[in-house]
């Protein structure tokens, strides 16, 4: 089935830093979303994206969808130590089922003081 | 205002054993979603549900695994005979209208011995 390629996989950056994962895909989708998974929980959904060019911003968080509907991008500015979790893509794919998300398998954020 | 519920957030079974995992979609919402992660791994998608109806299973494993969405009462996912490679995290998601506002729960673990 459909794949998600995220990275990178993991990050460990300094506190205060800039942070950026992005996702592609081999076909169209018509919807990005980005969530944050904490150890133990379910995703939380941070931003979503609907139109190709679309440029989001939740906080500290941007996020993109690309213009080829292909790909989405996530970037956190400035970063501190809540930021740290597990991060992952998902979306709809054109023509697909539409309570069929695909998720990508995450990047893993960790964040030193 | 509360969120979408699950229940038991752990559970474990013997191989052989039913496991039952229950989700009550939040407040208003009539589609629920279940997805399945693995250890180091994104979601993957399950089923799709409207009030009882199955609108999308083709993420169900074709054997031993069911879901209902009664007029009254949770969502629920249940799987017979249960083997180890059925340990995971399995999460529910609800939303208002069809493929759009997911909101996830916290999770069932299952963990088969």
């Known amino acids: 089935g459909q794949q998600l390629n995220q990275s990178p996989q993991s990050m460990f950056i300094q506190e205060g830093e800039d942070v950026s994962m992005n996702c592609t895909s081999s076909?169209?989708?018509?919807?990005w979303l980005w969530y944050k998974q904490d150890p133990g929980e379910g995703p939380v959904l941070l931003i979503a994206l609907y139109k190709a060019g679309e440029l989001t911003s939740n906080g500290r968080l941007t996020a993109q969808f690309g213009i080829t509907r292909k790909d989405s991008f996530l970037n956190i500015s400035a970063s501190i130590p809540s930021d740290v979790g597990i991060y992952f893509c998902a979306g709809q794919e054109d023509g697909g089922s539409q309570g069929n998300l695909i998720f990508g398998k995450g990047t893993k954020l960790s964040v030193k003081p | 205002n509360a969120g979408v519920m699950q229940n038991p957030r752990h559970l474990v079974r013997r191989r052989g054993q039913e496991a039952r995992l229950r989700c009550s979609p939040m407040?208003?919402?009539?589609?629920v979603y279940w997805y399945r992660q693995l250890p180091e791994e994104g979601l993957k998608f399950m089923v799709y549900?409207?009030?009882?109806?199955?609108?999308?299973e083709s993420g169900m494993p074709k054997e031993r695994f069911s879901a209902e969405f009664p007029k009254e009462g949770p969502s629920i996912l249940r799987i017979q005979q249960v083997v180890r490679g059925d340990s995971a995290a399995y999460f529910c998601?609800?939303?208002?209208?069809?493929?759009?506002?997911?909101?996830f729960g916290s999770g069932t673990r299952l963990t088969v011995v």
């Open positions: 407040k208003g919402h009539s589609h």
């Open positions: 076909s169209i989708f018509n919807t």
């Open positions: 998601a609800s939303s208002r209208r069809q493929g759009s506002g997911y909101t």
């Open positions: 549900l409207q009030k009882e109806n199955i609108i999308d």
